[in-house]
Nanobody
Framework: QVQLVESGGGLVQAGGSLRLSCAAS????????MGWFRQAPGKEREFVAEISGSGGSTIYADSVKGRFTISRDNAKNTVYLQMDSLKPEDTGVYYCAARAAITTGYDYWGQGTQVTVSS
């Protein structure tokens, strides 16, 4: 069982930056691939980024490439999402999630943190 708690959301002007954190419980954190998703009002949840258990491999949605950076600190059981050059279309609730392998679905989800980017 893995419990995930996001933090770091807030209100920021377009062009600004935010760093989201996701703290995970459990001693097997490093065995999980960690992902970030977001859901804008009236839209479906969409993939943002994912990082491998070791942190050596990352995947990004085209919409955030070059602006967002996913990282993790396995000693702290935490995954981060550094968001730079934010745009109003980045507004939404951001969720972190964990899965055992790239071929499986996400088994664990956090409660989400709101990010609002004003124009």
């Amino acid at each position: 069982q893995v419990q995930l708690v996001e933090s770091g959301g807030g209100l920021v002007q377009a062009g600004g930056s935010l760093r989201l954190s996701c703290a995970a419980s459990g001693r097997t954190f490093r065995s999980y691939r960690m992902g970030w998703f977001r859901q804008a009002p009236g839209k479906e949840r969409e993939f943002v980024a994912e990082i491998s258990g070791s942190g050596g491999s990352t995947i990004y949605a085209d919409s955030v490439k070059g602006r967002f950076t996913i990282s993790r600190d396995n000693a702290k059981n935490t995954v981060y999402l550094q968001m730079d050059s934010l745009k109003p279309e980045d507004t939404g609730v951001y969720y972190c999630a964990a899965r055992a392998a790239i071929t499986t679905g996400y088994d664990y989800w956090g409660q989400g943190t709101q990010v609002t980017v004003s124009s």
